[in-house]
């Protein structure tokens, strides 16, 4: 096999998403993580502070709006580090909740829990799509003047849409997931 083929077989695009997955596997199936998240209150704590990433930005995007005048680089600053401690809580929620895994690597249990809290993603962020058109609609519909999103709340819409639809899977699991049985391997050792 010539050196060509050799790089062409490594970097293919079936190869890396293999070895995607066998990584995320390792780090969702790392009895650390299992003990660490085993733990319902854990997660439902995990979940709350989501929640309140969420609506933290929500409201911090909306006043900035309101209140252009001053402090853009804070708030932007402070946008992105919420961002940044959401994606980090939401990817931990993943691995707590095995929806990182790739479908192949779950049981069946596990794969209907990760099909039911998909769906149930989608449909919590319908309503959230469907309340904030009926938010825009109904006065644009029922007034004699001629009324107009506000453009104040073009980036804590897009902030609450965005967060919601890409948290909702994990936090459904890690907020309705009983307490994980640690194998006695797994459990961590107490002297």
């Given at each position: 096999?010539?050196?060509?083929s050799?790089f062409i077989?490594e970097f293919?695009?079936?190869q890396i998403?293999r ?11 790392n009895p650390?993580v ?14 709350l502070l ?10 911090l995007l ?5 209140d ?5 680089l804070a708030v932007?600053?402070t946008?992105?580090?919420l961002m940044?401690?959401?994606?980090w809580?939401?990817?931990q929620?993943?691995m ?10 779950l049981d069946e ?8 809290s ?10 959230v799509?469907v ?8 006065p644009?519909v029922f007034?004699y003047?001629?009324?107009s ?7 804590p819409l ?7 639809h ?5 936090v459904?699991?890690a907020?309705t997931?009983p ?13």
């Amino acid at each position: 096999m010539s050196a060509v083929s050799r790089f062409i077989d490594e970097f293919r695009p079936s190869q890396i998403k293999r070895d995607i997955d066998d990584v995320t596997r390792y780090h969702s199936e790392n009895p650390k993580v299992r003990a660490r998240w085993a733990s319902r209150s854990r997660r439902r704590a995990a979940v709350l502070l989501v929640g309140a990433l969420i609506l933290g930005g929500t409201v911090l995007l909306g006043w900035q709006s309101q209140d252009s005048g001053r402090g853009g680089l804070a708030v932007a600053l402070t946008v992105v580090v919420l961002m940044i401690v959401f994606v980090w809580l939401v990817t931990q929620l993943g691995m707590a909740t095995r929806l990182s895994m790739s479908y192949q690597h779950l049981d069946e249990r596990q794969r209907i829990e990760r099909d039911r809290s998909t769906r149930i993603g989608h449909h919590v962020t319908a309503a959230v799509l469907v309340t904030a058109l009926l938010l825009v609609m109904v006065p644009n519909v029922f007034s004699y003047d001629a009324v107009s999103f506000p453009g104040e709340l073009t980036w804590p819409l897009l902030w609450l849409i965005v967060m919601v639809h890409t948290s909702a899977p994990s936090v459904y699991l890690a907020w309705t997931q009983p307490d994980e049985i640690l194998d006695d391997e797994d459990e961590p050792l107490r002297g």
